[in-house]
């Protein structure tokens, strides 16, 4: 009768505490049991946690008393095992685990415990987890729960977000086609950007006799120019840009008689954060060729050429 006395107090102590309960304390008990670890992997987390190794020393020792790698079990925890369910874990939860038993001489423990993978090597994803000072009592089994926590991937958020560009648009160019050898010419023209970027007036020769002055930009002051930019310019420099509109005028003075090309290319630009510079957008302007042509004039008296923009 005492010794079943005995084993109800220590069975009622399990229940409440998860902790206490009666074993046979003789020599029959098995030593701990290392059985290298089985085909058991972690599935629940995607880790190639395989089991844990034990390591178990007497307090504020370091030489290592009990120990062995155990698999991980088929069961879950708390798997409706009443003494588990809310200690910690949730009922409904579902945790791989292992299990080590071993028989010890009464008296205060440090237990540590590490996943390893299926070669008995650390797993880093997943942290030791450890427990000082456990006290095991005569004729009584010490249960702990120790809680490797594992890191999940590395996680962040992609957010995309797709704008619409629309090339600039020429509204208009003014210029006179038809003019004598060694002639001044203006030319103006005007464009403007659908989604208001900043734009860009490109100006170039491309086909005739030699200018006898090469293009040079002139003011042409309007609303839609920058201040800094509505000063008198003297020669196009690829700094010069419009926000959302502009218009531009150029002069150059013809050469010999003959027929001339010219084109206008406006350019749609962006913020280039790498060179803290306006650069154009890729395929995304407005371009136009168009004649100048000079005729002969027995009573012009040209000087000779100037330095400018030519070409043959």
């Known amino acids: 009768m005492k ?6 107090a220590v069975i009622f102590g399990f229940v409440i505490c998860t902790g206490c309960s009666q074993v046979l304390d003789d020599e029959s008990s098995p030593e701990p049991e290392e059985t290298g670890l089985g085909l058991s992997v972690d599935f629940q987390g995607n880790t190639d946690v395989a089991g844990f190794e034990y390591a178990i020393y007497e307090c504020g020792e370091r030489s ?8 991980l079990e088929d069961l879950v925890l708390p798997g409706m095992i009443p003494g ?34 299926k070669y008995g090597a650390a797993v880093e ?28 991937p590395e996680k962040g958020a992609l ?3 797709a704008a619409l560009n629309h090339p600039p648009e020429l509204s208009s160019i003014k210029f006179s086609k038809f003019n004598r050898e060694c002639e001044r010419v203006k030319i103006c023209a005007s464009a403007s950007d659908p989604d208001t ?13 030699k200018l006898m002055e090469g293009i040079s930009l002139i003011s042409e002051k309007d609303d839609s120019c920058d201040a800094w930019y509505c000063d008198y310019l003297k020669e196009p420099t690829p700094d010069v840009y419009h926000q959302g509109e502009g218009r531009e005028c150029i002069e150059f003075k013809l050469g010999k008689a003959g027929d001339y090309a010219f084109s206008l290319v406006v350019e749609d630009l962006k913020w280039d954060r790498d060179t803290n510079k306006m650069v154009p957008f890729d395929d995304s302007s407005a371009s136009l060729l168009f004649p100048v042509y000079a ?7 040209c000087s000779p050429p100037k330095k400018g923009v030519y070409m043959d």
């Open 125 to 152: 994803e997943c942290s030791p987890a450890s427990e000082s000072n456990v006290e095991v009592l005569d004729g009584q089994t010490t249960e702990i729960l120790l809680i490797s926590q594992c890191t999940g």
């Open 64 to 71: 290592v008393v009990a120990g062995g790698i155990k698999d």
């Open 295 to 301: 005729a002969d004039d027995p009573n012009s008296t």
């Open 84 to 117: 588990f369910e809310d200690m910690p874990f949730d009922a409904r939860s579902r945790h791989l685990f292992s299990d080590f038993f071993t028989v010890l001489d009464a008296g205060c423990y440090d237990v540590e415990v590490e996943p390893v993978d």
């Open 3 to 8: 010794r079943l006395g005995l084993l109800a």
């Open 159 to 161: 957010d995309v977000v």
């Open 197 to 209: 970027d900043p734009i860009r007036f490109s100006w170039n020769q491309v086909a005739g006799p």
